[in-house]
């Protein structure tokens, strides 16, 4: 069990089911009614922390996102996709994920403030934190699990999920160049290094999902075995599984199995009539069956 899978069974317990729309409701309420001096009062600012004002290491996810209309209509198509990332990985990790996601910004931020001022010499520069970046980043951890899964691109053009996460990442490093041309290195580190760390967060999470599930690796020559003890060993293992094993899972759609692709992730349609199971490339793009 590696160290993502621990945390995420230490918070089982308390895990919340859904969380993605809980966390896209405070950051909807708090683009509403948070303006002016208050916002003063949550960011994430370093040098005020180090001064005592620990509270902003927590308040940041308060931190308005935007009030325009076309910003939270876009975290609530974000529901959908935090909730089809829960169906696939399960309850606690999607929670150890925006854990994560919380942790690495903070950390990122307080080594990039540390860096600015050996850097220039006296010139820190906190990031501009919210927990909007981090929501956002569910779509390139959707796309991660469902790459071919086919959604609709504001609303209107289709495009798989794959496609999605390189056109994410192209908006985002378009961004982070805009904000470098408003006002050069400074206002990147401030506006822009936050998109880069929440998508720093994805990989580092799905990289801990598969490795999870990755087959290990035998390393017995290496340690004093000789050949002919190896090939004895790996001819034992051919006749202990000489037996046919059985698929515990297969799909409907296209016949994959836990025994031929151990890394698939089998899911049943609970709006298919019958008990039939799917493969996440066709989980949510297969017929449904009516009887």
């Known amino acids: 069990m590696n160290w993502f899978d621990k945390i995420s069974q230490k918070i089982e317990k308390i895990a919340i089911s859904n969380i993605t729309a809980y966390l896209v409701g405070i950051c909807i309420i708090s683009s509403l009614f948070f303006k002016g001096s208050m916002i003063g009062f949550l960011n994430f600012n370093i040098t005020l922390i180090l001064k005592g004002e620990v509270w902003r290491i927590f308040t940041w996810l308060l931190m308005p996102s935007g009030s325009d209309f076309l910003t939270l209509l876009f975290l609530v198509f974000l529901i959908p996709f935090g909730r089809g990332v829960e169906n696939i990985i399960g309850k606690a990790r999607m929670n150890t994920f925006y854990l994560c996601g919380f942790v690495t910004s903070v950390l990122c931020g307080f080594i990039q403030y540390f860096i600015t001022y050996a850097v220039t010499g006296g010139a820190q520069i906190s990031p501009n934190l919210a927990l909007y970046n981090i929501l956002t980043s569910t779509l390139v951890l959707m796309g991660m699990f469902m790459p071919d899964t086919v959604v609709q691109l ?36 401030f506006q822009g290094t936050p998109i880069f760390y929440a998508l720093l967060n994805v990989f580092i999470v799905f990289f801990a999902i598969k490795r999870k599930n990755r087959p290990r690796k035998t390393y017995g020559a290496f340690y004093g075995q000789s050949d002919f003890s190896q090939k004895r060993k790996e001819g034992f293992s051919v006749v202990k599984n000489t037996k046919e094993q059985t698929p515990r899972h297969k799909c409907a759609v296209c016949g994959k199995t836990d025994i031929d692709s151990p890394d698939m992730v089998f899911r049943y349609c609970s709006r298919c009539n019958g008990n039939y199971e799917y493969c996440m490339d066709h989980l949510y793009t297969h017929q449904h069956v009516v009887k």
């Open 154 to 189: 504001y609303f209107v053009i289709p495009i798989k999920m794959k496609y999605m996460i390189v056109f994410y990442i192209f908006i985002s490093f378009i961004q982070m160049y805009e904000y470098y041309k408003i006002g050069n290195i400074g206002v990147l580190l």
